[in-house]
């Protein structure tokens, strides 16, 4: 393998891959992104530049995850794809096809093109959501990556599933197919971190939604948090890292609730101080809740639970020290705060 090969990152328009590229090439690589419109390519070149690093190793592709069209000239010729690219919606669709299709064949595509190009690893960008949510683990479970979700469970959201099916598909495709990739999975929490423009990931529009005042109280739930830096060092590790084939890597530290969310709003903001979520909803008033609300939905596997999990693996096998939960949360706000967001 030459010293810096050519690394394809597909979604290059989202907030993990922009981090992700970033740090692709401060190691020195050169980096194609597939977009599926090349309308947002100079958006992401002035996201690079923004982190501070010079474009110029970047380059361009169209591929759409819903179609054939462009993924085997944008995957030909490189070493590593890291596919991060999947729908991932502030809210839920009415038919989970629209989010399990793309997500699946999608992946799909990506690995039947990188076999055909002869890629040598594919490191996936998949999620806890496919890790937290197995069938009939006691209340007090450690999660960790031995854990997968159970696509059949019919408290999932669309977006849980899409999530968990697509990675299932990425196993069971290296399985059954000679000549296949090596696969590395990247299981990230949820993220928090520096957003770097305008084309928010849905983790952050969460704080635009708050900084509205939209939700005087939010329901009770915690989720582990990921830093995006670490999110990305974390794809960069999976790239080329020997002895890590096969794996799956829990990516957080800590945990939030959406109450710190706001609290940590107003303590960084204090303007904001009278949008901010002022109490916790019952469970059982969520429930209601989301009978009538579909944004809510997606939040009816977390109540009840705070999870315990160990990222143990992540920080022995991929070397990474993570930020805390409070200070990627911190970084988000202040960065949102920096870009005139909220
Ligand atoms: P973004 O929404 O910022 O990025 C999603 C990316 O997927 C965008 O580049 C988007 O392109 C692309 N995409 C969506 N649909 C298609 C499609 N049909 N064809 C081609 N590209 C498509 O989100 P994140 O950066 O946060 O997420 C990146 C990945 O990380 C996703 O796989 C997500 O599931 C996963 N993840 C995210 C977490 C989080 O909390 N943010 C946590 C765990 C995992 P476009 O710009 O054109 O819309």
């Known amino acids: 393998m030459p010293s810096n090969p050519e690394i394809v990152v597909t979604g290059a328009s989202g907030l993990i891959a922009k981090h992700t590229i ?4 401060r190691r020195g690589h050169s980096v194609r992104g597939t977009l599926r419109s090349l309308d947002k390519a100079d958006d992401v070149r002035r996201a690079l530049d923004r982190l501070g690093v010079d474009p110029q190793n970047v380059s361009f592709c169209a591929a759409d995850l819903t179609n054939e069209a ?47 190009a002869a890629i040598a690893r594919v490191v996936l960008t998949s999620s806890t959501v496919a890790i937290f949510y197995p069938s009939g683990r006691p209340v007090g479970h450690i999660y960790s990556e031995e854990d997968f979700t159970d696509e059949t469970r019919p408290d999932l959201t669309p977006y849980f599933k899409s999530k968990t099916i697509a990675e299932k598909s990425a196993w069971d495709f290296i399985e059954s ?10 299981n990230p929490s949820f993220v928090q971190g520096p957003a770097v423009d305008a084309d928010l990931s849905t983790s952050h529009e969460l704080y635009r939604i708050m900084a509205r005042g939209t939700y005087p ?20 590790e999976a790239a080329f890292r020997p002895g890590i084939v096969g794996n799956r890597y829990l990516i957080g530290e800590g945990q939030l609730s959406l109450y710190d969310l706001g609290h940590i709003m107003a303590r960084e903001l204090p303007d904001l101080r009278s949008k901010v979520p002022k109490f916790e909803l019952p469970d059982f ?12 939905r997606t939040v009816l596997p977390e109540l009840g639970e705070k999870k315990a999990f160990t990222n143990a693996k992540m920080k022995a096998e991929l070397g990474l020290v993570p930020s805390g939960a409070d ?12 870009l005139r967001l909220i």
């Open 22 to 25: 970033a740090e692709f090439l």
């Open 70 to 116: 462009g993924w085997d000239e944008a995957i030909a010729g490189a070493e590593v794809v890291v596919h991060t690219a999947s729908p991932f919606p502030v809210t839920q669709p009415d038919d989970p096809e629209d989010l399990i299709a793309p997500a699946r064949d999608g992946t799909l595509r990506v690995l039947r093109s990188a076999t055909k």
């Open 177 to 186: 197919t000679p000549g296949a990739p090596e696969l590395v999975a990247i």
């Open 217 to 236: 109280a939010v329901p009770c739930i915690s989720f582990p948090v990921a830093d995006v830096r670490d999110v990305a060092a974390a794809h960069v």
């Open 285 to 296: 008033a969520v429930r209601a809740m989301a009978v009538f609300d579909r944004k809510l």
């Open 327 to 338: 200070e990627a949360a911190t970084a988000a706000i202040r960065s949102l705060r920096d």
